[in-house]
């Protein structure tokens, strides 16, 4: 054979492969144990009976390289007493801040809220694009259209509740609607 050297530096590189792959196999297990005690430490999630609806969570895609993205949702409050977003996660954003977005002499700014997003007893806060919404900040990634992204959202009463926003196209100004079959 003409290439007599060649399997034993394939073999080598096998070997080397497979050691890579074990330690990919151990990040992932790793990753996998921490989210699973992160999960653990939730503080108790709001019950159905909870006044506080989030409605059609959804964020925007975004393109490659960029570290934020927006989410948006409609929050409904059918109780009788105010309530406040306080907090929010995305499992794609190392952390949320919830931002306010204002025309201050005519230039587009946003600020986070510090005492976060009253919301209205018997009545309801939009957030969307131009106004207020959340802000994903760090992403482990790009945010790809049709995509559903896990998070909470934390309100002062009615505690922390489950979403999952829908990724809309990049620079979309609403949610894709629903198709209903
Ligand atoms: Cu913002």
């Given at each position: 054979m003409t290439f007599t050297h060649r399997p034993a530096g394939i073999a080598r590189a096998a070997r080397l492969a497979s050691v890579f792959h074990d330690i990919e196999a151990k990040l992932a297990l790793t990753a996998l144990a921490i989210a699973l005690s992160l999960a653990a430490l939730q503080p108790v999630l709001a019950h159905d009976a909870s006044p506080v609806h989030v409605e059609q969570p959804w964020a925007r895609a975004t393109p490659p390289g960029a570290k934020v993205a927006g989410a948006f949702a409609t929050i409904e409050n059918h109780g009788s007493t105010p309530d406040r977003l306080v907090s929010a996660t995305a499992d794609v954003a190392a952390r949320v801040e919830i931002h306010e977005m204002a025309v201050t002499d005519g230039v587009m700014t946003m600020r986070p809220l510090a005492d976060g997003l009253p919301v209205p007893a018997d009545g309801s806060v939009e957030l969307k694009p131009g106004s207020y919404h959340l802000m994903l900040m760090d992403l482990a990634g790009p945010l790809k259209e049709g995509q559903h992204v896990a998070g909470t959202l934390t309100f002062e009463k009615a505690g922390t509740m489950p979403v999952e926003f829908v990724v809309a196209p990049i620079?979309?100004?609403?949610?894709?609607?629903h198709t209903p079959q």
């Open positions: 620079g979309a100004k609403a949610p894709v609607a």
